[in-house]
């Protein structure tokens, strides 16, 4: 809700990547900001003025010398009637130019004018982006007090060309300006978190294998609410088809081992929060090729072996985290199968759920949990999977501030 009431002047120049701000107005928008556009002439040239205004339920401001405009807001007004100026996308002439201190249009007076925080979102050719000359104003910008959000390695739109350059993915700039405006209480700021969500993939051949329903929905949420207070996320994911969360490092996995791995790397963390459904099992030999159902030939059965205990593993370790929080998916006595884990796993606490089908909680978007720890257990109503991320997430942060 930070963005709820917030009013972004969004300058567009005249990159590429412009159509992906057409999404990001709306994005802004649907979080409850008001988006007023302005466009260079060199944005006009890859998306229109009619679609931009269109989206953005506003005028689109691209003259400096308009009477029009100059007489209804004036230039000034337009650079400080706002809560943020965002430049989505930032070309290597914009930065540029307001690293120079030019105003010889709209989007460059505007931008030397405003009194407000100012965020870029660079989109550019590779090489133009690594060129001394970029590298240069970016640090000049930086030291101005111009925030950046990307931007990201990938492949170029226009050409075959992959490198460092491409502009940060819609959502990805919506959590940087979450993240800008947001005044509420940091009290994660400078820990780290390293989270696992969804289920893992374990092949029994090239195209089969065993699954669960974990959607990813909880795990993702934790990691999103985490970063909201501060802390730097990484996220394991096993397979889901939830987007990934901004503001946050994912790695992505399909198998336990994979997940192991990935886990162990992002270490040290002053924080883990295992929320994945790691299969407890494997196929002890997985086939190389698709296995052929023959006529006549028995049923074949599968041999299985003992995946690595991720949880387990995290709560012994050398580089055990302050903080170690694991998750019980259960369909029976609960309690005391929570209790168990928490001892033998090394956990600070679990958050136990009812996972049986009537629950609706595998896969759902709502959630019913119990907090086991050595102190007692407290049951939490029923909530949507954000509100007990962000119940969590500040249960963690009064832990580790009472450590
Ligand atoms: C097809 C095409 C794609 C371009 N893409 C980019 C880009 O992604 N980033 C960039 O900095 N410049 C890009 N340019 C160059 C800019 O459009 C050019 O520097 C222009 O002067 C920018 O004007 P503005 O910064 O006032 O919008 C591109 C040019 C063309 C013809």
Not at 212 to 225: E, K
Request: hydrophobic share 45%; net charge neutral; charged share 25%.
């Amino acid at each position: 809700m930070v963005l709820n009431g917030k009013r972004i002047l969004l300058i567009i120049s005249g990159g590429i990547a412009a159509y992906k701000s057409l999404d990001l107005i709306r994005r802004l928008r649907e979080r409850g900001a008001s988006v007023r556009p302005l466009m260079t002439t060199g944005a006009q040239e890859f998306i229109t003025p009619l679609a931009v205004g269109a989206l953005a339920a506003d005028h689109v401001f691209m003259d400096l010398f308009s009477r029009q405009d100059e007489q209804d807001i004036g230039h000034i007004r337009l650079a400080r009637d706002c809560d943020l100026v965002l430049i989505a996308p930032a070309t290597a002439d914009l930065l540029a130019k307001m690293s120079a201190g030019l105003a010889d249009d709209l989007a460059s007076t505007v931008l030397l004018a405003t009194d407000k925080p100012v965020l870029a979102a660079p989109a550019m050719n590779p090489h133009m982006w690594a060129h001394p000359a970029t590298k240069r104003n970016i640090q000049t910008l930086r030291a101005d007090g111009i925030r950046f959000v990307g931007p990201m390695a990938g492949e170029m739109a226009e050409s075959r060309e992959a490198g460092v350059g491409r502009m940060a993915e819609p959502l990805d700039i919506v959590a940087a300006v979450e993240a800008l405006l947001d005044k509420g209480p940091k009290p994660l700021a400078g820990r780290k978190a390293v989270v696992t969500s969804g289920p893992t993939h374990e092949p029994i051949d090239p195209v089969r294998y065993i699954a669960n329903r974990s959607s990813g929905r909880q795990g993702h949420a934790i990691a999103s609410a985490l970063a909201k207070l501060g802390a730097e996320v990484t996220l394991v994911s096993g397979p889901v088809t939830i987007q990934d969360p901004p503001g946050v490092t994912v790695i992505h996995v399909e198998r336990a081992e994979e997940m192991r791995d990935a886990v162990l790397a992002a270490l040290p963390a002053d924080i883990a929060v295992m929320v994945a459904a790691v299969a407890d099992w494997r196929v002890a030999s997985a086939s190389d090729q698709k296995i052929k159902k023959h006529p006549g030939e028995s049923i074949p059965t599968l041999a299985l072996t003992e995946n690595p205990d991720i949880l387990k593993t995290i709560g012994h370790h050398t580089m055990r985290p302050k903080l170690v929080v694991g998750f019980a998916a259960e369909t029976q006595d609960i309690d005391n199968n929570a209790r168990t884990k928490l001892d033998r796993k090394g956990a600070d606490f679990i958050v136990a759920n009812d996972v049986s089908p009537a629950t609706g909680i595998m896969g759902g978007v709502r959630n019913r949990v119990k907090i086991v720890g050595r102190d007692g257990i407290e049951q939490w109503p029923d909530l949507t999977k954000e509100d007990v991320a962000a119940k969590l997430a500040a249960l963690i942060a009064e832990r580790l501030r009472q450590a």
